[in-house]
């Protein structure tokens, strides 16, 4: 099994920035790719980011790019989104998911955690 578990989310205005980080246990962690997603009610679950076990490939939502960046320390066990550039239209509860397979989830998910961007 595993566990995810995240953190970061919070209040904060338009323009502002945010990371979020999550935290893994279980299972070999750096072995698996890891991914964001956000979900906001009414709406459909939307692909974030996704980043390799390496590192090296990493994928990006049009609506993201260049304002978002995800990273991973594989001797913490977690991977982070770094968000910049906040808008009204990103606040949305926030998962982590493993292993992800390019924008695809895999099986498990983290808790959620809200970001709020007020204008």
């Known amino acids: 099994q595993v566990q995810l578990v995240e953190s970061g989310g919070g209040l904060v205005q338009a323009g502002g920035s945010l990371r979020l980080s999550c935290a893994a246990s279980?299972?070999?962690?750096?072995?698996?790719?890891m991914g964001w997603f956000r979900q906001a009610p009414g709406k459909e679950r939307e692909f974030l980011a996704s980043?390799?076990?390496?590192?090296?490939?990493?994928y990006y939502a049009s609506s993201v790019k260049g304002r978002f960046t995800i990273s991973r320390d594989n001797a913490k066990n977690t991977v982070y989104l770094q968000m910049n550039s906040l808008k009204p239209e990103d606040t949305s509860v926030y998962y982590c998911?493993?292993?992800?397979?390019?924008?695809?989830?895999?099986?498990?998910w983290g808790q959620g955690t809200q970001v709020t961007v007020s204008s």
């Open positions: 998911n493993g292993p992800t397979t390019q924008t695809r989830p895999g099986d498990y």
């Open positions: 279980g299972r070999t962690f750096s072995t698996y790719a």
């Open positions: 980043i390799s076990g390496s590192g090296t490939r990493i």
